[in-house]
């Protein structure tokens, strides 16, 4: 059994081809069961966000499940594998792990650290839940990739400062202003990256919203969206004494706001602090405004110039999450190589226990008459015996870690003790229909 | 005695700004938390310090020049602690402990005996002087830190720089608010001292007022701070200008304590080293 992954991400294909290859939400529990009856595919799981879509598997055959899979996302999504062939990035056994972890952690992400790919993750692994195509294996992988995640955000501070140009202006208002709370924001103009800032900085706390626009009625309908005032374009002197944060987005040709006019109102407002975010091209405010004590004037450019600093710091970051990795990756596959040695020492035990119970009666109805306090110490005497024996070839096999040498040690075993040659597969579904609790750990059934 | 307790808060404030500014390099709450535990064990060895040499020699201990250092680190550090308590701006630790830490070191290399009090400082007015003046000091010093975080990270944000220093020092409203606070308690607190050591001189010289170097310079530092309280409470003065004006009285205030000391003789020199 060997855990694979297939997919394409922003870096290797084009946004016409992820679209074609997305699975819509409510059908992915379909498309799920459709790849769980592939003969090749024991479990699975979909991810599918606009910057990716993966299908993570623990595959019966590793080759056969990759055709398999490449061949129903042709089946599936209508177009051939030339297409899309060249975007398609598979990883197998160790890689596919590293993988999902990255992944999860986000150091796979368009922009390095965003937090919403986890929760899209997790709601993969809901989705699989439910169609109930995952199982023991993809289980211990989410939960891992999840733990991973969790330390990639609270070890490294690759989550930390602002790297977009709304959320760069948030947090230059807070380094300003301390907290946005009973602060006043007015919009002057219009237009998307206008509505976004100020969407950030009312999620930031701000109090109020005032807009203006040259053409009243825009002003009115954009302030009733942010449920704030709307003043005529001719007040906007006035409503620049009253407001802490100015966002400017007009198509104006020349400067809106001037650095006499500014003297003036910071006159007027006691020299109390004001940040311009000037995201206008050309630029609505004069830059000479800027120069002025307790004025901050920023423009789109010095925006951008600290969100790409800001990014910088990231991939430092993204580095020390990277090692961290790495030391989750190899926690993992030792788990999983135990797995492949689980089912030889769980029949092992089993038949030197059976050995031991057969004796141990034969002894018992020789000596009726033996106390129950002897029959206990024999019980214990016995177990020691075989405990102590098999000891040292248990933690041999645990500990091995060149795949190699296990399966010697696991051929020889079988054919010395006359072992069933079972499989990881079958003793799986076994241990499956016996687990009950979701939670619990292989390594804890012996 | 009261020299190992002081000579255990010096190593404790030591050991304090180390980890204050290991704090500022990794950005560990952990380590401003360490921190703030050591330099508070260290308060408690400089209070017994105070309070040991207090019963020892019967008189306040704040004659000398040795004395007057102590206290005035050790109003530093009980005002930092104070902020602490109040405040979560943890880089605060990390300007006030070196200072606490530096008049602690020029207060080791003094002479620490304890003699007789002179005449003229045994008066009921002198130790109260002392401590008023102490407390305007030490609350002006952390106007004055505030007053040099504010000018580093207004340059940080005029030259759109939002890097490491940037993200090491509290925002500009936060900084300014406490640096009018600190001046609303410092200001009538010299005021006061001045006011007591006025009374004080009376008894001691027969004038209120002696115009000797000491009482010249720090009629010229309560007038700064007077300035400054006037055009933050008229013109509202804030921000750049306000916290320069802090740096400047902070300069003013240390001249009063030590350069007068040092380089202008007059009344207060009581003995070579005050």
Redesign the interface.
Same mark, same amino acid.
């Given at each position: 059994m060997e855990l694979l992954v297939i997919g394409l991400n922003h870096n290797t294909a084009p946004i016409e081809i992820r679209e074609c290859l997305a699975f819509p939400e409510d059908r992915l529990e379909e498309a799920l069961s459709k790849v769980h009856a592939l003969s090749s595919v024991k479990e699975d799981m979909i991810v599918s966000t606009c910057n990716r879509v993966e299908v993570y598997a623990a595959a019966r055959e590793t080759e056969k499940a990759i055709h398999d899979l490449k061949g129903f996302l042709c089946q599936y999504h209508g177009i051939s594998l030339k297409e899309f062939e060249k975007s398609l990035y598979t990883h197998v056994g160790e890689e596919a792990v590293r993988h999902i972890f990255r992944v999860a952690s986000s150091l796979d992400s368009m922009v390095l650290g965003e937090p919403q790919i986890l929760g899209q993750i997790k709601d993969a692994y809901d989705v699989s839940q439910q169609a109930n195509t995952s199982g023991l294996i993809l289980h211990r992988l989410l939960h891992r990739a999840f733990h991973v995640a969790k330390r990639v955000r609270t070890e490294t501070k690759i989550a930390i400062s602002a790297v977009s140009v709304s959320s760069v202006a948030v947090e230059l208002a807070e380094k300003i202003f301390g907290t946005l709370e009973k602060k006043t924001v007015l919009l002057i103009g219009a237009g998307e990256m206008c509505e976004l800032a100020a969407r950030h900085l009312v999620a930031g706390g701000v109090e109020k919203m005032l807009v203006t626009n040259r053409t009243y009625e825009r002003a009115v309908s954009l302030a009733r969206e942010f449920r704030g005032e709307a003043i005529p374009f001719e007040d906007m002197t006035q409503g620049l004494k009253k407001t802490d944060i100015v966002i400017s987005a007009t198509n104006s040709p020349q400067y809106l706001i001037g650095h006499d006019q500014i003297t003036k109102v910071m006159k007027d407002r006691r020299q109390k602090p004001i940040f311009f975010i000037d995201i206008a091209d050309p630029r609505d405010v004069e830059p000479k405004v800027g120069d002025m004590e307790n004025v901050y004037l920023y423009n789109i450019d010095d925006l951008q110039k600290v969100a790409n600093e800001n990014i910088k710091d990231r991939e430092k970051e993204a580095q020390k999450a990277e090692t961290l990795v790495q030391d989750e990756v190899v926690k993992f596959v030792n788990w999983y190589r135990s797995l492949d040695v689980t089912p030889t020492i769980v029949a092992l035990r089993k038949k030197f226990e059976e050995i031991r119970k057969r004796e141990l009666e034969k002894t018992l109805s020789l000596h009726p008459n033996l106390s129950d306090k002897e029959k206990k110490s024999l019980e214990a005497l016995t177990s020691a015996i075989i405990n102590k024996i098999l000891h040292t070839p248990i933690t041999l096999l645990k500990q091995t870690n060149e795949e190699a040498m296990a399966d010697l040690y696991l051929d020889a075993l079988r054919v010395l003790f006359g072992l069933p040659e079972k499989s990881l597969e079958t003793f799986l579904e076994k241990f499956e229909e016996k687990q009950e609790e979701e939670e619990t750990n292989l390594e804890d059934a012996f | 005695m009261d020299v190992h307790f002081f000579e255990f808060a010096s190593f404790l404030y030591l050991l304090g700004t180390l980890a204050y500014l290991a704090y500022v390099l990794f950005l560990k709450g952990v380590l401003s938390n360490i921190a703030a535990a050591v330099v508070s064990f260290g308060f408690a060895s400089h209070t017994l310090a105070i309070l040991t040499r207090y019963f020892e020699a019967g008189y306040t201990p704040v004659t000398n020049l040795y004395e007057s250092l102590s206290f005035f680190a050790w109003m530093i550090i009980g005002l930092l602690l104070m902020a602490n308590l109040k405040y979560k701006i943890k880089v605060l630790g990390s300007f006030l402990t070196p200072i606490a830490l530096i008049l602690m070191l020029f207060a080791l290399a003094l002479p620490k005996e304890i003699f007789p009090l002179a005449p003229v400082l045994k008066s009921f007015w002198h130790p109260f002087h002392v401590i008023f003046a102490f407390l305007g000091n030490a609350i002006f010093t952390l106007t004055f830190c505030l007053g040099v975080m504010y000018l580093i990270?207004e340059h940080q944000? $005029?030259a $759109? $720089?939002?890097?490491a220093i940037? $993200?090491r020092l509290?925002?500009?409203?936060?900084v300014d608010?406490l640096s009018y606070l600190s001046l609303k308690f410092g200001f009538p607190l010299l005021t006061l001292g001045i006011i007591t050591g006025a009374v004080w001189a009376e008894y001691a010289w027969g004038r209120y007022w002696n115009w000797d170097p000491k009482e010249t310079w720090s009629l010229i530092t309560w007038l700064l701070y007077a300035a400054l309280l006037h055009q933050r409470l008229t013109?509202?003065? %804030?921000? %750049?200008?306000a916290a320069i004006m802090a740096i400047v009285g902070f300069l003013a205030v240390l001249f009063t304590f030590l350069g007068v000391n040092l380089l202008l003789p007059g009344l207060h020199t009581y003995s070579k080293w005050q």
């Open positions: - | 990270q944000l $005029k $759109k $720089k939002m890097g940037a $993200k509290p925002s500009l409203s936060v608010d013109v509202g003065w %804030r921000g %750049r200008k």
